[in-house]
């Protein structure tokens, strides 16, 4: 998976997704909303992964809010929904 605005890997069954605009804040945009459900959704369809643990990159912020340009709350909170869909624990964290 290749994203613009998230980072996704495995160590074994841990999958780290992180939010990877450490130069704004980690903040969301459409993009990124979009981004993080293709990558959960993907998380969804197969077994490998048992915990998905989402992180911010930097060292300041896991994530300050979400930019008001373009950014519709109920398009993006949608977007970001299957989250809490996911069927597996999942864990939110400052640093790695």
């Known amino acids: 998976m290749a ?3 998230i980072l996704y890997e ?24 979009h981004e993080i459900r ?3 959704n993907d998380i969804r369809r197969e077994t ?6 989402i ?5 300041k912020f896991f994530c300050i809010g979400g930019r008001k340009e373009g950014m519709d709350t109920r398009c993006c909170m949608r ?4 989250r809490w869909r996911c ?6 964290c400052k640093s790695r």
């Open 3 to 5: 994203f613009e605005t």
């Open 10 to 33: 495995e160590d074994g069954p841990i999958g780290w997704l992180t939010l990877n605009r450490p130069d704004d804040g980690n903040m969301f945009t459409p993009l990124m909303c």
């Open 38 to 40: 293709d990558c959960i």
């Open 48 to 53: 490998r992964t048992r915990v998905l643990v």
């Open 55 to 59: 992180t911010g990159a930097g060292d």
């Open 79 to 82: 977007a970001c929904c299957p």
């Open 87 to 92: 069927m597996k624990p999942s864990i939110g």
